[in-house]
């Protein structure tokens, strides 16, 4: 996508600070913003709130889910046939589809009449866990290196 267009430069500039909320708000489902005195900074209130935290984690969950719906089908409709999606895109991708189906699991898990095994439950938030610290790690390391999602054929 060409940041030169309008829709360029608002997923720009919406897609890094959507993950930011995510992590933020996904910390704040840990009781650690109380634990180390986060909360207690001015203006940071709120981030040991888990009913607060958890309903803006699940706002921007479905915000950036949204986003990367548009931009998949965007690629398969329009870019396609131009371009191809590179391995760090493909890692990316999996981190990002390993994020969403945990966090659907999650999501499923707390709605009245769903029923499931305590080990799906564990695995469930283990792994969400863990395909966080994956994709930030990934992230980070690509971001570095300069790598991008598409390459032209």
Aim: net charge positive; glycine share 10%; hydrophobic share 55%.
């Amino acid at each position: 996508m060409d940041i030169s267009t309008p829709k360029g430069r608002f997923l720009k500039i919406v897609y890094p600070l959507c993950l930011f909320m995510l992590v933020l708000t996904g910390f704040g489902q840990m009781p650690v913003y109380a634990r180390y005195g986060i909360a207690s900074l001015p203006g940071l209130a709120w981030s040991a709130d888990f009913y607060f935290t958890h309903a803006l984690h699940q706002g921007f969950a479905a915000f950036f889910l949204a986003l990367l719906v548009f931009r998949a089908a965007t690629w398969f409709a329009l870019e396609r046939r131009g371009r191809r999606l590179t391995g760090a895109g493909a890692a990316r991708a999996a981190l990002f589809a390993g994020l969403a189906a945990t966090g659907t699991v999650k999501v499923l898990k707390n709605m009245s009449g769903a029923a499931f095994s305590p080990d799906l439950v564990l695995a469930a938030d283990l792994g969400h866990v863990g395909f966080t610290m994956a994709l930030l790690a990934t992230l980070g390391i690509l971001a570095a290196l300069k790598k991008p999602w598409l390459r032209k054929v």
